[in-house]
């Protein structure tokens, strides 16, 4: 079972390093579904040793449902009305991110060893992805110009606060119920910035976020 819970880590960096390469709006949104899946496995995987109830399993799928399926739902919604395909001419391009995110891992892996946590190993891997994660999704919020693109930056940093929470909880599944609550705000801003893009999209043809800078008093 560990095993599996190290893969699934290796699938969230993965997922990360393949989100600050992509260009392609539709393929970021799959690829933060595939992470909003994988990112709701590990706390699940992680508490193996617990007896698996009626709730944890009620908790899983409420999880599936809102990180991989609700939230990149209304995303694919949002890129297929604004009719963007891609993100042109970032801040900061790909093969540099690419390296931002591998300096990212070994960034957390050296913020790891210098805080001295106390943490089994399966709790020091985690932390490594979930500071990874929070980082990367920060980057793509600062680096690039598409509103939607600085969403699914916000949305994989979130990913990266939730595994933080993960490797510093004790209790199994309850300690959870905060960050459920975020979710449930993250849902409704999703659903809010979608109206927005739309409305940026109309009146200037497009979702990059320099042309506010165009308004005047």
Known sequence: MINLNDALLALTVLSVLFGLGSNRLM??????????????LIPFFRDYHHEINVGALIFLLVMLLIKGVLIPGFMYIAVKKVK?????????GYHAS?????????????IAEKLHLSLPRDKVLLMITATTTLAA???LIMSRRKAITQVIGYLMMENGIYL??????????????VEFGVLLDLLVGVMIMGIILHNINSSYD?????????LKD
């Open 137 to 139: 999704g920060l980057f």
């Open 27 to 40: 393929s970021l949104v799959k690829i933060m579904a595939c992470q909003g899946v994988v990112v709701s």
């Open 164 to 177: 933080v929470g993960t490797a510093l909880a004790h209790g199994a599944h309850t300690q959870f119920v």
């Open 98 to 110: 690419l390296f931002m995110g591998l300096i990212f891992i070994l960034v957390s892996v050296f």
């Open 84 to 92: 963007i395909q891609r993100e042109i001419e970032p801040i900061i």
């Open 206 to 214: 497009d979702v990059d976020t320099a042309l506010l800078g165009q």
